[in-house]
């Protein structure tokens, strides 16, 4: 019935129709839905079902699984620098969309070096592969349960993606990602890996008055809070660059950008703009060639 519909011409459909205002007009072409059914079906691992058929990166919110309808639309092909590190989180990556043993990521680093970009290209490249992402915030860790319920069973691949994370001593939710890391049994799938950035090494915050506490076993709940990172079955260090890498990122985004500066022109500017923001990195590079861009732009 569905095919029969597909092939109905427009002018048989509008000419019935009692409406003397503007239709659009279609084409239309025979199709096999029987076989692009099966086909869906035999690769639902790939296409997905549902929300997860048309989406590929979602969030939390009112404690369900929500669609993100327009993403970061960042790819690997946008980066400069950095092939070393990005290398190893595709490489765990691929290992889960395959099917194969990887580890949780903790992408550690400083501000503005391209760790939570990088989770969010690696999610656009392999969507097409059954790839999706699940972004969830500090403080709805305590739902990791009901998420990894929801999506354990399914043909996909996902990443619980946790940005900017760090704990206080106190904090509740440092239960629900540690037993989600160790491999509790009501909080494991070998369809999901979690990847979380963050500016710190130590994800707990610990304070000299902590260390002077009355506690009997003091010294082995700091062990906890402290190994926390250590959890992650890898870590990969985002570090700024230095000048001669700042300047290679700054000179390949002019270039795709279709900048035609002299070079020494442009790093000359490019490290004063460094000077004036928080120094170098992939982040700052991007800004000044989307300043130079808009520049470029504006005077033509």
């Known amino acids: 019935m569905l095919g029969q519909l597909a092939q109905l011409p427009c002018y048989e459909l509008l000419d019935r129709l009692d409406y003397d205002g503007f239709l659009p007009r279609y084409r239309t072409e025979e199709m096999d839905f029987s076989m692009i059914y099966a086909t869906r079906l035999r690769q639902l691992n790939k296409f997905g079902c549902g929300i997860y058929a048309r989406y590929n990166v979602f969030i939390v919110k009112d404690g369900k699984i929500t669609p993100v309808k327009r993403p970061d639309p960042i790819r690997l092909e946008d980066f400069s620098g950095y092939e070393r590190e990005r290398g190893e989180v595709i490489e765990n990556t691929l290992a889960l969309i395959k099917g194969l043993p990887a ?99 130590h994800l707990v915050r610990e304070t000299f008055s902590a260390r002077r506490g009355d506690e009997v076993h003091a010294k082995d ?10 959890r992650f079955g890898l870590t990969v260090t985002f570090v700024k660059p230095d000048k001669k890498l700042y300047l290679q990122v700054v000179s390949e985004l002019a270039a795709r950008a279709g900048i035609t500066m002299p070079e020494e022109e442009l790093h000359q500017r490019a490290e004063q703009f460094a000077l004036s923001r928080a120094g170098r990195s992939p982040r700052v590079a991007k800004q000044f060639v989307d300043y130079l861009a808009s520049v470029e732009k504006d005077g033509e």
């Open 103 to 201: 580890n949780n990521v903790l992408l550690y680093g400083d501000c503005g070096t391209g760790k939570s970009s990088t989770v969010k290209a690696i999610a656009n490249e392999y969507a097409k592969d059954g790839l999706r992402l699940i972004e969830i915030k500090k403080k709805q860790l305590h739902e990791l349960p009901d998420i990894v319920s929801e999506i354990g069973s399914s043909p996909l691949k996902f990443i619980i993606f946790i940005d900017d994370l760090s704990f206080t001593e106190d904090d509740d939710d440092f239960a629900a990602l540690k037993a989600m890391l160790e491999g509790s049994v009501a909080s494991s799938s070998d369809n999901i890996c979690i990847y979380a950035t963050s500016n710190r090494r």
């Open 221 to 230: 709940t700091m062990q906890e809070l402290l190994s926390l990172s250590d």
